[in-house]
């Protein structure tokens, strides 16, 4: 495609993003599902597309238990199939994150604006609702299409003070004791669980790399992944009870080669190999 063309199609499909954006009313009669739900996210992050709630399961036949509830920006309301932003983002497979800029998959009108849940503003949402029990045992799920009006937009840093030991923190006491039953969950402990730290790079106004550095990975963190761990197990079990077709995600086995070196290395250590019909998550989660 010539330059010219190319510009002149993101200029369509800049312009088609701006429509939605302006001819986007929430009607009255949408299903608003009014509970204060959160988001927790890098402190630089923009396009804020998922939020959560929880909450004590008050019913008798379930004590101790909790009740989980993961929204996701329905962006698929405003990108619909075959249309120009759906065919630039099949092109485009995902965000491109870069250390002092993104590339977005969606023109920033729908990722940073109608899809990004900001706190005070009410956005359209696909809810996924997960009852848990003390053990973390899953007992039933439901989804849920809707709106929701974020509370408060917090980040990792900021939100870790409510799962911490501090005593005057008792607004999010259920959350500090659902990551306690996340942890224990038998849904979760197959993950693979690597625990890396993620590195970070510092940009000069210039554009210059200036500082590299480890995040620390934090009690948010982890409460994050394992509800969104857990609401991808939902949407798996509820899509293989369907007979509609869908994409999931393989993990290819480890190539015996990379297998052989470790392998190698673990007899070097007085550590226990791994067989190549033994590969799990767990069995690297044990290592």
């Known amino acids: 495609m010539t330059e010219k063309k190319t510009i002149g199609l993101h200029k369509k499909i800049l312009n088609e993003a701006r429509k939605i954006f302006d001819n986007y009313k929430i009607s009255k009669n949408e299903h608003q599902i009014a509970k204060p739900f959160i988001t927790v996210d890098p402190d630089d992050a923009k396009d804020l597309d998922d939020a959560i709630y929880i909450e004590t399961d008050n019913s008798k036949n379930n004590p101790g238990g909790i009740v989980l509830f993961v929204g996701i920006a329905d962006v698929s309301f405003f990108v619909k199939p075959n249309s120009i932003i759906d065919i630039e983002a099949l092109k485009r497979g995902n965000s491109t994150y870069f250390p002092d800029k993104v590339i977005p998959m969606l023109p920033e009108d ?8 900001k706190e005070n503003s009410p956005k359209k949402v696909v809810v996924v609702k997960m009852h848990l029990d003390h053990k973390g045992y899953k007992i039933k799920h439901e989804f849920i299409r809707g709106i929701i009006t974020v509370e408060k937009n917090y980040s990792y840093k900021n939100f870790e003070a409510f799962l911490s030991d501090c005593k005057t923190k008792k607004k ?7 990551l306690n039953i996340l942890k224990r969950s038998p849904h979760l402990k197959n993950r693979l669980n ?15 790399p200036t500082k590299l550095f480890e995040k620390k990975n934090l009690k948010s963190n982890e409460l994050i992944e394992m509800m969104m761990v857990l609401a991808y ?4 079990q509820t899509l293989s009870q369907s007979i509609t077709k869908y994409v999931s995600r393989y993990h290819e086995t480890p190539d015996k080669h990379a297998l ?5 290395f673990m007899s070097l250590n007085d550590l226990a190999t791994i067989r190549g019909k033994q590969v799990t998550s767990n069995s690297f989660n044990e290592l």
């Open 110 to 117: 729908l990722s940073n604006n109608l899809c990004s849940l």
């Open 194 to 208: 690597l625990n890396l730290a993620e590195k970070k790079i510092s940009i000069s106004s210039e554009g210059y």
């Open 172 to 178: 999010y006491s259920v959350y500090k004791r659902a």
């Open 233 to 236: 197990l939902c949407v798996s």
């Open 260 to 264: 052989k070196d470790l392998n190698t």
